[in-house]
């Protein structure tokens, strides 16, 4: 039996076909090469499958397995059941990690010994330009135990994390109750109160795919599964010290969900709009500029109301 390879590289896939090879090809173009690439399939109906076997076939490091009907949780905890590696990289169908991704990671873990979970900073990419930095240079990269802020966002793009695979015992899997693409961030947290110690490498390794279909472009929706994160959490958590901190994080996403809710009626029922922001300052008080919003969107026409209510909707628009 061959030695295990030093990292487990997990990929779920559903319909990639159109992405799959440029993501695969990104693994293959890494400077450190001793790894094992693991792509869970669940059950796709264009030629992603068809892909993905030409590569295991050409290169022995590639290994699928077909799982129909399994989302993206069960996917990747199928592949780390699998993995035979010290760490575990995830990659996303559609990302693509620039050459020396693995090989800064490793580094890293070598000279910070007590960190678990390493990560990078990432671009946001929409398969041919750059648009941004997630990290900008102003913006400090978590480090050391996070769970603080971690929950107040999801603070990790999950093609640019790399743990290790002790972290993945016991019951702590992907969630497959989480349809709404925050089931890595649910995990994130609950890795945190188990002792998850970050570092992260400032330079942008991974190109995070940004586009119409994938999820992070649901406002609504996203903010649904904050809610259900925090909900969970709250009710599971072990440390009474941070109970008020989830309380607080599901009291501003509950708010947001208000206003994601007002969005749609700008154009149709722009009368029940000041309605839902009053809600949402009333959940989340500490958002002061909420509560001005609620004024300019009822501020008398004849005083100029209906410009600033129209400001007020163009915000809501751009923001939710």
């Given amino acids: 039996m061959t030695a295990p390879p030093q990292i487990s590289i997990i990929i779920p896939t559903l319909n990639v076909a159109g992405v799959i090879s440029e993501t695969l090809e990104s693994v293959q173009r890494q400077t450190f090469q001793n790894f094992e690439a693991i792509i869970v399939d669940g059950g796709s109906t264009d030629v992603s499958a068809a892909i993905v076997r030409q590569f295991c076939k050409n290169d022995p490091r590639f290994s699928f397995v077909l799982q129909h009907g399994s989302d993206i949780s069960t996917a990747r905890n199928t592949a780390i059941q699998r993995a035979r590696g010290e760490w575990i990289a995830f990659l996303d169908a559609d990302d693509v990690w620039l050459p020396e991704k693995l090989e800064r990671q490793i580094e890293l873990a070598r000279k910070e010994p007590r960190a678990n979970f390493l990560f990078t900073n990432y671009f946001i990419w929409d ?62 947290l609950r890795l945190a109160e188990r002792g998850l110690w970050a570092r992260g490498e400032r330079e942008p390794l991974v190109r995070y795919r940004r586009w119409q279909h994938n999820k992070s472009n649901q406002k609504l929706k996203t903010v649904l599964g904050d809610i259900q994160v925090f909900e969970k959490n709250l009710r599971v958590t072990q440390r009474s010290e941070l109970r008020p901190l989830y309380r607080r994080s599901l009291n501003f996403a ?45 501020w008398p026409k004849f005083l100029g109301g209906g410009a600033t209510a129209r400001i007020i909707h163009r915000k809501l628009i751009q923001k939710f």
């Avoid at 750059?130 to 769970?147: E, K, M, Q, T």
């Avoid at 749609?264 to 008080?285: C, N």
């Fill in 127 to 188: 398969g041919r330009r750059d648009s941004a930095i997630y990290y900008r240079a102003n913006h400090p990269l978590p480090d050391g135990d996070v769970v603080r802020r971690l929950i107040r966002n999801n603070i990790f793009g999950t093609s640019s994390v790399f743990a290790r695979r002790e972290l993945f015992k016991d019951d702590c899997q992907f969630d497959s109750q989480f349809l709404n693409g925050c089931e890595d961030w649910d995990l994130w």
């Fill in 254 to 298: 509950r708010a947001k969900l208000e206003l994601a809710r007002a969005r749609p009626l700008v154009e149709t029922q722009p009368a029940a709009v000041p309605a839902f922001i009053w809600r949402a300052w009333l959940l989340y008080p500490r958002k002061l500029k909420w509560l001005m919003w609620f004024a300019l969107v009822v």
